[in-house]
């Protein structure tokens, strides 16, 4: 059985920092895309930031680039997304997702993610 659990999640001041978790178990880690998704109440899904299974190429949302960064353990199943100058409209419900191998760069985005998580809430407060 896939498992993907983040952790990480709070309430943070604008201009803050988070670090989120997603430790990840049934599955063979190394083998998957792995990207963080969020979504607020009302309104669609989107994607956040991926990294390929090799840890070689990333991928932003352009809101998020020079901010956020995204890196992953393979030796722990874990990948983790480093969250720099918060702005309140990052307020949301943030999941990780283990998605299909054979993406990089700019198309890690496009990978058909299967697995997902429950989420974790970020707040930024202004």
């Known amino acids: 059985q896939v498992q993907l659990v983040e952790s990480g999640g709070g309430l943070v001041q604008a201009g803050g920092s988070l670090r989120l978790s997603c430790a990840a178990s049934?599955?063979?880690?190394?083998?998957?895309?792995m990207g963080w998704f969020r979504q607020v109440p009302g309104k669609e899904r989107e994607f956040v930031a991926a990294?390929?299974?090799?840890?070689?190429?990333?991928d932003y949302t352009d809101s998020v680039k020079g901010r956020f960064t995204i890196s992953r353990d393979n030796t722990k199943n874990t990948v983790y997304l480093q969250m720099n100058s918060l702005k309140p409209e990052d307020t949301a419900v943030y999941y990780c997702?283990?998605?299909?191998?054979?993406?990089?760069?700019?198309?890690?985005?496009?990978?058909?993610?299967?697995?997902w998580g429950q989420g974790t809430q970020v707040t930024a407060s202004s």
């Open positions: 997702a283990a998605g299909g191998r054979y993406y990089s760069g700019s198309d890690l985005h496009k990978a058909p993610y299967v697995y």
């Open positions: 049934g599955l063979i880690f190394s083998r998957y895309t």
């Open positions: 990294i390929s299974w090799t840890g070689g190429s990333t």
